[in-house]
């Protein structure tokens, strides 16, 4: 496995997020698309023997470069990362998943949990929450979870949501808009012999996380 047209090409992009430069690199481009697109089946095809993932094609995960620019202040035309979105479904999908992202300078990441959640999900998540949080601490307090990840991250509201004491022992989770864990993976790792065996170990080590918030409908 070899990412290093990926890294490449999207460090040659950062400063030059033009059209007119693009082009004259759309050879590279496709180089660096044809070693993203290979990683990604990698994955798919490690997770499949316990991910629902039969029939998922890698197109069907991978995100394009192109931004859609008519409502944002950025006009620049391309994203300057790579990015998939492993789940039943591909990267359409309503249900949880395994997010990849390759982005030069030790900006590349992999993620899941509920980045864009509903307001009726994100209630009732607060409802379960409420209920009895010990089954969501126990798989985020987790060592080996930790270890990796890090703390649960996401938007917060500035207060207690509506209905909510500010005074809750659960406050801080009870304040979140997003629910998500993330791993940052440096640049050297990405060019190393093992990558897929260790993205998939950290996409593993996510799975619990995943599958409680995939039961919170």
Request: net charge positive.
């Amino acid at each position: 496995m070899d990412l290093k047209p990926t890294l490449d090409f999207l460090k040659g992009l950062i400063p030059n997020n033009n059209r007119a430069w693009f082009q004259a690199h759309k050879s590279d481009f496709d180089i660096a698309s044809q070693a993203f697109e290979a990683f990604v089946v990698a994955l798919i095809d490690e997770l499949a023997p316990t991910e629902d993932l039969r029939g998922v094609s890698p197109k069907e995960c991978i995100f394009r470069i192109y931004r859609d620019v008519r409502f944002s202040k950025d006009k620049t035309p391309y994203k300057t990362h790579m990015s998939a979105y492993i789940a039943p479904g591909g990267r359409k999908a309503m249900a949880v998943g395994y997010y990849i992202q390759i982005s030069p300078g030790g900006e590349s990441i992999i993620a899941g949990g509920l980045h864009e959640p509903d307001p009726k999900r994100l209630a009732k998540f607060r409802q379960v929450i409420e209920r009895d949080p010990r089954p969501f601490k126990k798989i985020i307090g987790a060592k080996a979870f930790r270890e990796y990840f890090g703390e649960v991250e996401g938007e917060k509201l500035a207060t207690a949501p509506r209905g909510y004491s500010k005074d809750h022992p659960e406050i801080e989770l009870l304040r979140m808009k997003q629910i998500t864990a993330y791993h940052r993976i440096p640049d050297r790792q990405l060019l190393a012999p093992d990558l897929v065996k260790e993205t998939v170990k950290g996409l593993k080590l996510m799975k619990p996380f995943l599958v409680y918030l995939d039961s919170i409908r």
